[in-house]
């Protein structure tokens, strides 16, 4: 039993962890949002700025599918642990 807890006590940690890169990451890429939104303003006209304009955005979505990968397994290990309580 003692165990069990220990376990539990290492998994929530490591979750919460886990939570906090997250975090980290969600703040880059709404940085690098903000940044495709500006480029493409300056986009509109120039092939190759449309071009690179692609490739980021296709470098972002990569990024998003991998951290939601990531929430995914996390949920898996951890069942409930991104599930929001319901208000009164």
Known sequence: MHNR???LEELVTDASALIGRL???NEVLRKQVELLGAA????????SA???LADFKAKVRRRLERICARIEKVHDL??????????D
């Not at 493409?40 to 092939?47: E, F």
């Not at 951890?78 to 208000?87: R, S």
């Open 50 to 52: 449309a071009r690179e």
């Open 5 to 7: 807890i220990k376990r």
């Open 40 to 47: 493409r303003n300056k986009a509109a006209a120039n092939t």
């Open 78 to 87: 951890q069942p409930g642990l991104f599930i929001e309580e319901d208000e």
């Open 23 to 25: 975090k980290e990451e």
